[in-house]
């Protein structure tokens, strides 16, 4: 077990992972707004302010979950609008 430094609250954890016990359950229904957003969004050019808009989650947490494996092709078409 590693002592670590949650991503959302930034408290200190002794458990597996990147948020704290406290902060799990908030990620996870953040994730799942992500994900129905996706779903519910397979037509439109996607750019960063919109889906923070869209969604209300913040940037860092949305650069966060963009970053894990399940989300990569649409973190590629993200990163291709914003740089055009």
């Known amino acids: 077990m590693n002592f670590n430094k949650c ?30 957003y996706i779903a519910e969004n397979t037509d439109i050019s996607y750019n960063m302010n919109h889906i923070i808009s869209s969604t209300g989650i913040s940037d860092k947490n949305l650069n966060r979950f963009l970053a894990d494996t399940q989300f990569s092709n649409f973190a590629n078409q993200i990163e291709k609008n914003d740089l055009a």
């Open 7 to 36: 991503s959302r609250c930034g408290c200190f954890f002794l458990t597996e992972g990147t948020v704290c016990p406290n902060c799990q359950p908030k990620d996870q229904l953040e994730i799942n707004r992500l994900k129905d």
